[in-house]
C-alpha cells in the first residue's frame, strides 16, 4: 500500500496580492529517495512574504518563478526519515527550501533552489522552528539591519516599522539589548501591545489618525537609527524626524510588494531626494541574501538561552491552512506576530 | 564726495526657476567700515545653485531665506581694502558669504550668514578665485562624494550625473587620478566634448533619445559607484546598472530644486526602495555643510600643482550681469562648464 501525504501546488499565478484560489491542496503518493538522496518530514514551514515574488504574473524582481501545477517551494525544517546519502543520517534535523508538502525526496546538496544544500539545524541552539525565525534568516537580517548597518548604540533613539514582523521584532529587541530607547511601528493596538510586550519602549499604531504627532512625540530627540521593513506612509511618517547623520538600514518594503517600478502619483522620490541630502542621511539596502552568519546566531542563540531574546512566532497548525495564512500575511491589520509558521508534523 | 558701488538685491521671491526680474542692480554709496569691521573688494562672486532655495517664496529647506531689498548673500572671494579688525590687514585675500556688492563693510567674524568668519585665502594654492570651485565648496563635495563616500578604486566604473558642474567637474577628474574607469553624463554635444576633455573616458549625453543604451554601452561591467549630483531622469536610467552593492554618493538633486515634497506623478519610489533592496546599493547625502577639510585641500591643491587636476571654470564679467548668469544656471542645456564665476574686479 503506497502512503500518500499533502501538497500545496500553484494553481494560477497571482495578480498583485495573493488570493488562496492561487494555491491548490493535493494528495499524492509520499515519494521514495532515489541514489544520494534523502527523505525528509516536514516539521515547520515558513511563511515568506518575499515568496510572493515567486508565484507574481509579474516578473517584479529576478526570483526563481514558480509555475502552475510546482509544488510552493518555500523554507522549512524537516527531519530525514530516510537516507542515501552518507553526509546526512535519520534523524537529522535540516533547514533548507524542500517546498510546501509532508515529504520531499531529494539531493540534500542540490535541494534548495535559492540558498544551497540541506543545511543542519543544531537542536542545542533552540527549539528547531527557530532555524526559520530569530535564528534564521528574519533573526540574522535583523542583526545586520540593527548592528551591522544600524551600529545602533546607546545613545539612539531607533524607529522600527513593521514592528510586529519577524525581522521587526528582533531588531527592536537586539536594540534593547544595546541600550538604544526603541520605538516600534505597528498596525492596531492588538498589535502594538504585543510589541511593547518584547520590550519595546514605544509602539505607535500607523493607523491612529494623529500617527505623526504620536510619532513625533514619541522621539522628543529624533530618531538615530530608522530600520524600514516597509516603505510607503509609514516611511515618510518617519522622514522627517531624523535627525542629521541618521542610519537608516532598509530591509524590506512590504507596502511596496505589490507595486512595480512605478506607484500612482505623486512623485515621492524628491522629497526622499530632498531628506536625504538635508539631513545627510546614510541608506544601505539588506536583501537578506547575503546573511551575518555565524558569529550573529551564534550571538542571538546566546541571548536566547539567557531569556534576553524571545523568539516571538505566530503558529498555524496544518500544511492545508498554510495558502490561507500567507494570504492574510499581506493584510494590513493581520492578527501575525513575529515569525509566520505553519507547524506540519 | 561719496564713492558709489553697484549691489545686486532680491526683487521679488521667486517661484520655482529664478527669472531676472527677481533681482534689481542697485547703485549705493560705498560703505565705511565701524569699529572691529573690515572693508571688503569683491574679486569674485560664487553663482551657487543652492542660493535658489534661500529666494524662493516656498521654504523647500531650512535655508536663510533673503528677503525683498535685502542684498543676495552669495559666496565671494574679496580682498581687505579697510581694517578695524586686528586678526585682518588690508592686502589679505578672504572667502566668505559678503554678497553680491562690489564692496562690504562687515565684522570678519560674525560676517558669514552660514559658513562662520571671514576664511583667509592662501594665494599660494592657486588662483584666488579657487577658493570658490576646485579648492572650496564644490571641491571639497566632489572629494567627499569620491573619496570619502565613494571610495573611488581603480577596480571601479564610476558614472556621475550634472558631469559638466562645479561638482561633476572634479569628482570626475579625482575619480580618473584614483584609477577609476569615469563615465560622466551631462546634456548636449558640446558638453559632453568639454567633459571628455577633462579625461573622463566616456560621456553620454542625456539629451539623446537612446540615452539609456548608451549608457548600457559605455558600462559592460556595470557601474560601482555613482555621484548622483541631480536625482530625476538621469537618476531612474543609472540605477539599473548599478552593480550589487554600488555605493551612490548623493550630492545634488538639481532636477527636484524646482519641486517641493512631492512632484508630479507617477511615484518612482518603489522603484528606488527595490533597486535599493534588490542590488544592496548604499546611498549617503552629502550637503556640503560638513566638507572634508584640511587634507583634502591640501590634496587637491597638490594634483593642481602637479597639472593632475583641472581647474575648469566659466566667467563671467561684471556684477550687473550675476541675475542673468545665476538664472541661465538652471536652465538644461546652458553651455556653462565647471564653477560658474561671476569676476567683479
Given at each position: 500500500?503506497?502512503?500518500?501525504?499533502?501538497?500545496?501546488?500553484?494553481?494560477?499565478?497571482?495578480?498583485?496580492?495573493?488570493?488562496?484560489?492561487?494555491?491548490?491542496?493535493?494528495?499524492v503518493p509520499v515519494p521514495v529517495p532515489g541514489d544520494g538522496q534523502v527523505l525528509t518530514r516536514t516539521l515547520w514551514l515558513s511563511l515568506d512574504p518575499l515568496l510572493r515574488f515567486a508565484i507574481d504574473e509579474v516578473r517584479l524582481t529576478?526570483?526563481?518563478?514558480?509555475?502552475?501545477?510546482?509544488?510552493?517551494?518555500?523554507?522549512?525544517?524537516?527531519?530525514?526519515?530516510?537516507?542515501?546519502?552518507?553526509?546526512?543520517?535519520?534523524?537529522?534535523?535540516?533547514?533548507?527550501?524542500?517546498?510546501?508538502?509532508?515529504?520531499?525526496?531529494?539531493?540534500?546538496?542540490?535541494?534548495?533552489?535559492?540558498?544551497?544544500p540541506l543545511r543542519k539545524v543544531d537542536p542545542?541552539?533552540?527549539?528547531?522552528?527557530?532555524?526559520?525565525?530569530?535564528?534564521?534568516?528574519?533573526?540574522?537580517?535583523?542583526?545586520?539591519?540593527?548592528?551591522?548597518?544600524?551600529?545602533?548604540?546607546?545613545?539612539?533613539?531607533?524607529?522600527?516599522?513593521?514592528?510586529?514582523?519577524?525581522?521587526g521584532t528582533v531588531a527592536g529587541q537586539i536594540a534593547k539589548i544595546r541600550g538604544a530607547r526603541v520605538i516600534g511601528i505597528a498596525g492596531g493596538p492588538a498589535k502594538c501591545a504585543a510589541v511593547k510586550a518584547l520590550g519595546f519602549d514605544e509602539c505607535v499604531d500607523y493607523k491612529a489618525t494623529d500617527f505623526a504627532e504620536r510619532l513625533a512625540a514619541a522621539a522628543p530627540k529624533g530618531i538615530?537609527?530608522?530600520?524600514?521593513?516597509?516603505?510607503g506612509a509609514v516611511?515618510?511618517?518617519?522622514?522627517?524626524?531624523?535627525?542629521?547623520?541618521?542610519?537608516?538600514?532598509?530591509?524590506?518594503?512590504?507596502?511596496?510588494?505589490?507595486?512595480?517600478?512605478?506607484?500612482?502619483?505623486p512623485d515621492h522620490l524628491?522629497?526622499?531626494?530632498?531628506?536625504?541630502?538635508?539631513?545627510?542621511?546614510?541608506?544601505?539596502?539588506?536583501s537578506g541574501q547575503a546573511v551575518a552568519g555565524g558569529d550573529a546566531v551564534a550571538e542571538m542563540a546566546g541571548w536566547l538561552r539567557e531569556g534576553r531574546l524571545r523568539n516571538q512566532e505566530t503558529v498555524i497548525e496544518g500544511l492545508a491552512t498554510a495558502p490561507a495564512a500567507f494570504c492574510e500575511t499581506f493584510r494590513q491589520g493581520n492578527s501575525h506576530i513575529g515569525k509566520v509558521l505553519v507547524h506540519v508534523a
Open positions: 500500500m503506497t502512503q500518500t501525504m499533502q501538497q500545496v501546488v500553484l494553481a494560477s499565478p497571482a495578480k498583485g496580492s495573493p488570493l488562496p484560489e492561487n494555491f491548490r491542496v493535493e494528495t529576478g526570483a526563481t518563478h514558480i509555475r502552475p501545477g510546482e509544488v510552493m517551494y518555500g523554507g522549512t525544517v524537516s527531519e530525514i526519515v530516510a537516507s542515501n546519502h552518507p553526509d546526512y543520517a535519520v534523524g537529522d534535523i535540516v533547514e533548507g527550501r524542500t517546498g510546501w508538502r509532508e515529504y520531499a525526496a531529494l539531493d540534500p546538496i542540490k535541494a534548495d533552489i535559492v540558498r544551497g542545542a541552539l533552540g527549539p528547531v522552528e527557530t532555524a526559520l525565525g530569530v535564528l534564521g534568516m528574519p533573526g540574522q537580517t535583523a542583526h545586520a539591519c540593527a548592528v551591522g548597518i544600524g551600529q545602533v548604540g546607546p545613545d539612539d533613539t531607533v524607529a522600527i516599522s513593521a514592528a510586529g514582523g519577524a525581522v538615530d537609527v530608522y530600520i524600514d521593513n516597509t516603505g516611511t515618510l511618517a518617519v522622514l522627517p524626524l531624523l535627525n542629521r547623520g541618521a542610519r537608516m538600514p532598509m530591509c524590506g518594503f512590504i507596502a511596496y510588494y505589490g507595486v512595480g517600478m512605478e506607484g500612482p502619483g524628491p522629497g526622499f531626494y530632498r531628506m536625504i541630502m538635508t539631513k545627510g542621511l546614510k541608506i544601505e539596502g539588506f
